[in-house]
């Protein structure tokens, strides 16, 4: 193994933590889960931190690595909502801005030009705010015992965040594209 593919694969580990989280959140194992979530976590850190420092980026990582990440958060989103430790309307919510995300982004490319897709301030804000809530409903369900507010505040966070990341990428996009001469 050459140690330029060390990123990418502590990326692909990270991927599959999803099916031991899933499965921990499911059997209530909420110590465990949580524990896994923050390691996948410190991985995400450390393939990032060894990519940039050598130089050892690659189009996979560049693919995998937010795969990775999102893959993690929407099955952590799933299973707290099917488990009603965090609203479903969120979880609705949150997928349909990604697919809102997604779609516009393959339209994008398809009928006007490659988009590169650089994420927003308020999209990073989002994701910081579902990964808290993630990390707080699964602490609070198992081994801490948070103030209700907390949950709450993050919920109503997340919302505000999906919906004013989601609007400003179809604004963004759409503008953009409207200045710009289509694909044929």
Not at 21 to 42: C, D, K, N, Q, S
Not at 54 to 61: D, F, I, K, P, S
Not at 106 to 129: F, G, I
Request: hydrophobic share 55%; charged share 15%.
């Amino acid at each position: 193994m050459r140690l330029q593919h060390l990123p990418n694969i502590i990326t692909f580990a990270r991927l599959l933590t999803v099916i031991p989280v899933v499965l921990l959140l499911l059997e209530r194992e909420f110590g465990w889960a949580l524990t896994l979530f923050a390691l996948a976590g410190l991985s995400d850190g450390l393939d990032g931190f060894l990519a940039k420092r050598y130089g050892w980026q690659t189009r996979l990582g560049g693919i995998l690595d937010p795969l990775a990440d999102k893959t993690l958060l929407l099955a952590c989103f799933l299973v707290l909502g099917i488990l009603g430790l965090i609203p479903l309307w969120l979880v609705v919510a949150a997928i349909l801005r990604d697919l809102v995300i997604i779609g516009g982004a393959l339209v994008y490319n398809l009928l006007v030009e490659d988009l590169d897709a650089a994420p927003l301030l308020t999209s990073k804000v989002n994701t910081v705010l579902q990964i808290l809530l993630v990390v707080t409903a699964i602490a609070d369900a198992g081994p801490l015992d948070l103030p209700a507010g907390l949950i709450e505040a993050l919920t109503w966070g997340c919302l505000v965040t999906i919906l004013v990341s989601g609007v400003q990428y179809v604004y963004l996009w759409s503008r953009k594209a409207a200045e710009r001469e289509w694909r044929r």
